[in-house]
């Protein structure tokens, strides 16, 4: 079984940036990724990422705002999150077992528990 685990969560205030990082034996796979859920709404996919060749994935909503990466050789995604927005408070999950670079959160088999992200003033 693929572990993984999520650190990085907090409280930001408006405007604010704060860096998600997730470590995991199962970075073997084409691509890994963030999704996000905050309370009483749908799931929400927030970026993915699959080999240095291809452009990063990103939701409409994190455009231009958030920023992943990977290193391979840590094992290590990261998510830089910039300008962050009361919106954008949610429990991120970092998800990886993806074949393919997609938006799909069908497609990414193994799920990590998730930190917290809460922006407020």
């Known amino acids: 079984e693929v572990q993984l685990q999520a650190s990085g969560g907090g409280l930001a205030q408006p405007g604010g940036s704060l860096r998600l990082s997730c470590v995991s034996d199962g970075f073997n796979y084409h691509a890994i990724g963030w999704f996000r859920q905050a309370p009483g709404k749908e799931r929400e996919f927030v970026a993915a990422v699959r080999s240095s060749a291809d452009g990063p994935l990103y939701g409409d909503s994190v455009k231009a705002r958030f920023t992943i990466s990977r290193d391979n050789a840590k094992k290590m995604l990261y998510l830089q999150m910039n300008s962050l927005e009361p919106a954008d408070t949610a429990v991120y999950y970092c998800?990886?077992?993806?074949?393919?670079?997609?938006?799909?959160?069908?497609?990414?088999?193994?799920w990590g528990q998730g930190t917290q992200v809460t922006v407020s003033s």
């Open positions: 998800v990886t077992g993806g074949s393919r670079l997609t938006s799909a959160s069908t497609a990414y088999r193994y």
